[in-house]
Each structure stands twice: as structure tokens, then as C-alpha cells.
């Protein structure tokens, strides 16, 4: 608890420190990696001049999130322009407890599961399992790396949207537990209402619902009708306050047609200035399945880990969808301490490791030598965030096949031979 | 006898004066037909070599540059179109310097020298879109041939030429007819007064022969099937250092001062035969005025014609229907110091949202935070 607050309070004065920087939040806001036209601040803050002369905050292509939030923001400003880096920071600290509620809640899940089910573990697995340390420790460990990520951090002093998208998803899993479908299904269609892609979670607020609801409390179809009622309800409220139909999904538009091409951390851009018009739609369609498409066969292979399906498919959105940034990578990176004790099935985790951090600095590095410095082009920039989307996928498919490795082991022991015994191997030397 | 005296003198005087009248009459009618009617002077003076071994040529141009910037056409009404690459070339034993003559007495470089166009700039594309004025609406001023109707224009080009052609930096040629063709599309959009075209290259006639625009005066310094030679070397440079053609026609300006009254007459004897070794040619059949009448000072300077006046006009304010004109309505000098000051003069067009529409977003907001609340006090 101590411990927490310790973290929580370092993390509010980091980020009130850096905010006064005015030179650094500037250079972070203007960067690519950091903000992307769906996300960014000075964005909105032309958004709300024009709607001041046209009255609708979506024309002009100077803005394209939700209005819902702009009007909340815009609020936020006229009352203090204090307020408004303050919100940034309290959604921060509120991600971060939500995610260290869920942690304790899981592992105490996962926890009790294995306790529960001992008969069907194999022997000589203890070294293996979840013991009991890992309740202590991962809780913090997820709020300090969500904390102290420099993802989030940048994320937060830049004013980009994608910190509220992060609360309302940290939100989202930190109910997804005990099964309150109604407040899981809220923070998921306020998610899905600012950015279309976790729509694909709804699977998941279904499967935790359940596994995790007593038998007599089940009931799977109320988790999906509260979320189409809270999404409608945020449609109208969004009607109520624009006037139009056309205006409240425009953002929606935006996100699946990507009319906007200036590079960004993702693999739209690149693939979409070089080809031809005639071939746009189809490619559009293409690439847009393939951010929404792997919901399927993963909900059916992941059907009983349901908080593993979510992590995976919250890997999947932040690193497929159409404007992606650093800020959409923090909430499944602060989430790889809760499989800590698989990490022992993961392949190459060192070099995965490094290679995120390496193309988390080269990306910037390829940005200077393209735009600033004239010796590099765009294929160089793409070049590096290729790989960085690359070592995140590498990641999550790491991390996942370390989990169902680990499931398979503790069932069937440590050592295995391919027919099924446990010898060990014999090295014979010629000497 | 006394009055018929008398009258006879009268009458003598007034035919005398009515006879003068008529004299300054006809001088008046003939200086108005053979004066010239231009306003300003613009030269474009092209170089179409480079290379060390074309030295020759950057020297004619930077010469006849140096001597009608002298005669009083400023900078920003010449286009100088150069390689410029002899004052600087590794070869020349002078560095910063170009010479038109061995006694290496006038630098035609120096530290003044304001090339337009310069290096790989000077292409046939350039010099035709500088001569029709299309250029890119980004073109800087001093590209630009800002000539109009009441314009004179001296065009010089050096270089090496062919019959019906004219070389440009080793890699295209312009073509007489291209040439034409620019001319007409500057007579045509009234680009020029008058122009003056001389051309100092070998078989350099071929270039003037296919004009057919009016106004125009055509100087060559060879015929065709003749070359353009050289004039001298200098031993110091190394190489050839002026054209026979522009060095006679150097000297020939040096005794030319601005006000002159030396004629196109006088300039179209400069290098005859036993002196240029090359025949001069001439076009002028499409020029309205004599040649003998013709100034010089109207092409290579930048002389107008002034009328000075001791009267005081006064000017009253303009009578309409209505009565006087009001007076000026000027409206008060403001300066925006932001985008939001100017832009709030715009007619606000706003939309009226639902009455319901702030009520409902305050229900919604104070949901949100109740769960969020509730989320965190389930914490423990």
C-alpha cells in the first residue's frame, strides 16, 4: 500500500516536473511517435477555434476524435487552464491503481485456480508455479511500469488523447474480474466510442463474464446489450450536442478510411502513398480486417484464459490500427509482469527486449536523418518502425505461447521427452 | 506710302513667324515619329558555354555587362545568364578575376557582378520562359523580365553556334526558329518596345533570319558557312580571351557616354571585314525608324526623355453628379497581431445544439466519474 502510494506520489511530481518544461512538451507534442492527427492536442486546440466560427469542431480536417471529449476538454479549459494537465496526470495515476487492482485480483484468480484444480497437476512442478511472492510483488511492479514507462510519461506531458483511451481500458480490465458487466461494459464503450478498434474486447467482457460469474449470476447477453446501451447512449448525448448525424462518426471515418498520410509509428502510411487509387478501397479493406480479424481465431484458442485473450488483443489493436502511437503500447507492456512466472517458456526474450529498445530510439533517429537532416528518405523511417512493430509482435506472441507452454507443463510435468518420458539427456564426450 | 510700308512689314513678319511655326511644326511631327517611345531599359545577355577552354565567351557577356551597367541599366533590369565557372575554376591563374583583354587592365568580374541565372541554370527552357515571362509563380524578381509595352530589351547571346542553331552548354541547342517564336510571344503579350538582338557566334546570321516579329534589329557578327573568331591570347591566362566581334564592339562603347547621340548607324559599322575577318550582318527590316536616327543610347543605356516644367497645377477635387466628391473614407490602419483577432471579423455561423444537449453530457460525465470512483474505493 505504502509502497503504491510511494510510486503514485514519484510518478505526479515526474510528470508535473516535466510539464513545466515548455521547450520539451512542445518538441514531444510535435513528434510522430508521440502524436498522430486522431490524438493530437494542438489538433483539438484548432479544432476549438474553428468551432467557434463554424460551429462544428469536425470541419476544417484539423481534428478527428471524438466530440464527446472535446467538449469535455474544451470545458476543462475555460474553467482553469491548470485543470487540464492535472486531469492528464490524475488519468494517469487512476490507470495505474486501476491496473494494480486488477493484477492482485488476477493472480489471486489464477491463484485460487491452481490451488483448486492440484489434482491435475503433474509432479515435480513446483518450481514452476504461481506461488504465493508474486502477489505481492507484480501488483506494484505493473503500477510502476505503467508509471514510470517512458511511453506513458511522453503520452501524458504531450496532452494526447490516448491517455484517456489508456484509463478507459485499465478501467475496463480492472472490472473485468469480478464481472460487473455493467461498469466493464461502460469504460469499454467509452474506449470503443473514442477509437473503433477495441470494439474487438467485447469478446473478452463476454468470456470473463463467464468464467468468472457464479453459476446462477451468468448471464452473457446482458454483457452485450450494456455495451450497445452505452454506446448508444453516448451517440445521442453526441447527437444532442452536434446537431448531425454525419458530424458525430466522422471520427469513425477517419479511422477507417485514413485519409491522412504523414507518417506515424504504424503501417498504414507507407503502404498507402505508393499505391494506386484504384487498388485504395481494396487495401483499405485489407489492412482494416487485419486489425479486427485475429479477434477470431484467438477467442476461440484463448476461450478459457479470457485475460490472456485480452492482453493479446490489446496488443493486437495498438500495433495493427490505422494511427497508432507509443502511448497505445504502454497498457499491454505494463501488463507483462502478470505472466512473470511463465517468462521461463519464452524464446529469445533478451533479444526481443533489446530490439524494442533499440527501435524505440532508432525511430527518432531515422525521423532526423529523413526530415531534418536531408541524407535519409522515407523508407529508412518506415524501415525502423517496421521493426518496431515487429518486436512487438514478437512480444505478444512470446508472451502468450510462454503462458499456454506453461499450462501444458504444469499438467504434464518439466521434463519431457517427445514420446512422453522424462529422461534427462546424456551428453557423451569422446575424451 | 508710310502705311503700305508698314503693312508690307507686318506682313512680312507674320509669314516669317507662321513659317517658323510651321518649320518647328515639322520638326515636331519628325521628332515624334523618330523618337523612340520607350520608358525603361532591360538587357538579357546569355553566355551559352562553359568550360575552361569557352573563357572567351563569359568574357564577351561579363564585357558588354559591365559596359551597359555603365551606360545606366541598373542590376534589376538585367538578366545575366552565365556558366560562372572561370572566376573560380581551378585553372584560372587569376582567381576571383575574369579579363576581356591580355593588358588585364578592367577586372569584367569584380565583386559587384550579379549573375541571374548561373551554372546548370542556363538552359534553353530558361532562357525562353525568362524571354515569355512563364515562369513559377515562386520565381524571385531578379529572374524576372518585368518588361511591358514601353520596354527596350538588349538581348546578346555568345557562344558556339551552327547554322539555324545556337548551343547551350554542351547538352541542347535552341533553334532559330525557337528564337522567333519567343520574340513573337513577347510582341504578342507586349513585352517589348523595341529589341535589339546581337549575336556573337560563329554563323550567327542563321539566328535573325527567321524573325517576323515588328521592332526588332538584328545584329550577327558572321555570316552563314563563316566562323566568329577570337581576338587574342592571353599568355598569362592561357587562353583565348575576347571574340573579335564583341572586342570591336567594346571599343567601340568605351567612347560612348551616357546622353550620347551616336546611332545604330555608327554601331553597324563596328568590325568590318578586314578587321573581324568574319562579315557583320544586319537585319533591319522589321524596324519601323532609320538606323541613321536611331539612338544607341535607346538599347545599351538607360536614358528617358524628360520634360521639365516650371508650372504649379493644382488639382481640384473631382465634380460629380452629386456634388463634390466626399472625402476619402479611409478606414482606420489596423494590425492583427493574431490569427484569432482577424478571424473573429468572420461571420459566426453557430449552430443551435439541442437545449437537452448540456444537461444530458453533465448526466453522463457524473456516471463516468462514479464509476470511476467507485472502481477506486474497491480497492483493498
Not at chain 1, 206 to 216: A, I, N, P, S, T
Not at chain 2, 108 to 135: A, C, P, Q, W
Request: aromatic letters at 12%.
Amino acid at each position: 500500500m505504502t509502497n503504491l502510494f510511494v510510486i503514485i506520489s514519484c510518478g505526479v511530481l515526474l510528470r508535473t516536473w516535466l510539464l513545466q518544461l515548455k521547450d520539451l512538451t512542445k518538441w514531444i507534442s510535435t513528434r510522430p511517435e508521440v502524436s498522430t492527427p486522431q490524438t493530437s492536442w494542438s489538433r483539438l486546440v484548432e479544432g476549438f477555434v474553428i468551432s467557434q466560427q463554424t460551429g462544428n469542431i469536425h470541419s476544417g480536417d484539423s481534428y478527428h476524435g471524438s466530440t464527446l471529449l472535446s467538449a469535455f476538454l474544451f470545458h476543462l479549459q475555460a474553467l482553469s487552464p491548470l485543470l487540464v494537465p492535472a486531469v492528464f496526470i490524475a488519468c494517469d495515476v487512476v490507470a495505474a491503481i486501476s491496473l494494480h487492482n486488477f493484477a492482485k485480483k488476477f493472480l489471486q484468480k489464477e491463484l485460487d485456480d491452481q490451488n483448486s484444480n492440484k489434482s491435475n497437476l503433474s509432479k515435480g512442478v513446483d518450481s514452476i508455479l504461481l506461488k504465493l511472492h508474486y502477489l505481492e510483488n507484480v501488483p506494484t511492479l505493473v503500477a510502476l511500469i505503467y508509471l514510470f514507462n517512458p511511453f506513458t510519461i511522453v503520452t501524458c506531458i504531450s496532452q494526447s488523447s490516448v491517455t484517456f483511451n489508456n484509463l478507459f481500458l485499465a478501467l475496463f480490465v480492472a472490472h473485468l474480474i469480478p464481472g460487473s458487466s455493467i461498469a466493464t461494459t461502460l469504460f469499454l464503450a467509452l474506449s470503443t466510442y473514442e477509437t473503433f478498434y477495441p470494439v474487438q474486447l467485447i469478446i473478452v467482457a463476454m468470456l470473463c463474464e463467464h468464467k468468472y460469474q457464479k453459476e446462477g449470476n451468468r448471464n452473457v447477453a446482458k454483457t452485450l446489450f450494456c455495451f450497445i446501451f452505452w454506446l448508444l447512449i453516448l451517440f445521442f448525448v453526441s447527437y444532442l450536442r452536434e446537431g448531425s448525424l454525419e458530424s458525430i462518426f466522422s471520427h469513425y471515418k477517419f479511422i477507417l478510411t485514413v485519409p491522412d498520410q504523414t507518417p506515424n509509428i504504424g503501417i498504414f502510411w507507407y503502404f498507402f502513398t505508393e499505391i494506386f487509387n484504384h487498388f485504395q478501397t481494396f487495401f483499405l479493406f485489407v489492412f482494416q480486417i487485419n486489425a479486427l480479424f485475429f479477434s477470431v481465431p484467438l477467442s476461440v484458442k484463448l476461450r478459457s484464459h479470457p485475460i490472456c485473450l485480452m492482453f493479446i488483443l490489446t496488443c493486437i489493436i495498438s500495433t495493427f490500427k490505422s494511427y497508432p502511437c507509443v502511448g497505445d503500447a504502454t497498457l499491454w507492456i505494463s501488463m507483462l509482469p502478470l505472466w512473470s512466472h511463465t517468462f521461463k517458456y519464452q524464446r529469445q526474450p533478451l533479444i526481443v527486449t533489446v530490439m524494442l529498445l533499440t527501435t524505440t530510439i532508432l525511430c527518432p533517429v531515422m525521423w532526423h536523418m529523413w526530415i531534418v537532416a536531408h541524407s535519409a528518405n522515407a523508407n529508412f523511417y518506415f524501415a525502423a518502425t517496421l521493426a518496431y512493430t515487429t518486436s512487438h509482435i514478437f512480444i505478444m506472441t512470446n508472451t502468450v505461447m510462454a503462458y499456454l507452454k506453461w499450462h501444458f507443463h504444469i499438467r504434464k510435468g518439466i521434463h519431457l521427452n517427445l514420446d512422453g518420458t522424462t529422461e534427462k539427456a546424456v551428453l557423451r564426450l569422446m575424451n | 506710302m508710310r502705311k503700305n510700308t508698314f503693312t508690307l512689314l507686318v506682313g512680312l513678319l507674320l509669314i516669317s513667324l507662321y513659317k517658323t511655326n510651321a518649320v518647328n511644326l515639322d520638326e515636331k511631327v519628325t521628332d515624334h515619329f523618330s523618337g523612340s517611345r520607350h520608358t525603361n531599359n532591360w538587357a538579357v545577355l546569355v553566355c551559352t558555354s562553359r568550360f575552361w577552354f569557352n573563357y572567351r565567351h563569359i568574357a564577351n557577356a561579363l564585357s558588354v555587362y559591365r559596359s551597359v551597367k555603365r551606360l545606366g541599366i541598373p542590376d534589376s533590369q538585367i538578366i545575366l545568364m552565365l556558366a560562372d565557372d572561370m572566376a573560380c575554376n581551378p585553372r584560372n591563374p587569376r582567381p576571383g578575376k575574369v579579363y576581356n583583354n591580355k593588358n588585364e587592365a578592367i577586372d569584367v568580374y569584380g565583386s559587384d557582378v550579379e549573375v541571374d541565372y548561373r551554372g546548370y541554370e542556363v538552359t534553353v527552357e530558361n532562357f525562353i520562359r525568362v524571354l515569355t515571362g512563364r515562369l513559377p509563380p515562386d520565381t524571385p524578381r531578379s529572374k524576372r523580365l518585368n518588361t511591358d509595352d514601353r520596354s527596350n530589351v538588349l538581348v546578346y547571346m555568345t557562344g558556339h553556334g551552327g547554322e539555324d542553331f545556337l548551343k547551350f552548354q554542351d547538352a541542347e541547342e535552341i533553334a532559330n526558329v525557337e528564337l522567333a517564336d519567343a520574340f513573337e510571344q513577347m510582341w504578342q503579350r507586349r513585352r517589348y518596345n523595341e529589341l535589339l538582338f546581337i549575336i556573337d557566334t560563329c554563323q550567327a546570321v542563321s539566328m535573325f533570319q527567321r524573325f517576323y516579329s515588328p521592332n526588332l534589329v538584328g545584329i550577327a557578327s558572321s555570316q552563314i558557312g563563316e566562323d566568329s573568331l577570337s581576338h587574342h591570347v592571353d599568355p598569362a591566362i592561357g587562353v583565348y580571351i575576347i571574340d573579335r566581334y564583341t572586342y570591336h564592339l567594346l571599343e567601340f562603347l568605351e567612347k560612348v557616354k551616357p546622353g550620347s547621340s551616336k546611332t545604330m548607324q555608327q554601331l553597324m559599322k563596328v568590325c568590318p571585314r578586314h578587321q573581324c575577318i568574319s562579315t557583320p550582318g544586319y537585319s533591319t527590316h522589321l524596324f519601323p525608324r532609320p538606323m541613321n536616327q536611331t539612338l544607341i543610347s535607346d538599347f545599351f543605356g538607360s536614358v528617358r526623355t524628360v520634360d521639365l516644367s516650371d508650372d504649379v497645377i493644382k488639382f481640384k477635387p473631382r465634380k460629380t453628379s452629386q456634388g463634390d466628391s466626399p472625402p476619402l473614407k479611409t478606414s482606420p490602419k489596423r494590425s492583427y497581431f493574431s490569427v484569432d483577432q482577424f478571424v473573429s471579423t468572420f461571420p459566426i455561423i453557430k449552430k443551435d445544439p439541442h437545449p437537452m444537449a448540456s444537461s444530458a453530457s453533465l448526466v453522463l460525465l457524473l456516471i463516468i466519474f462514479s464509476f470511476i470512483i467507485r472502481s477506486l474505493c474497491d480497492f483493498e
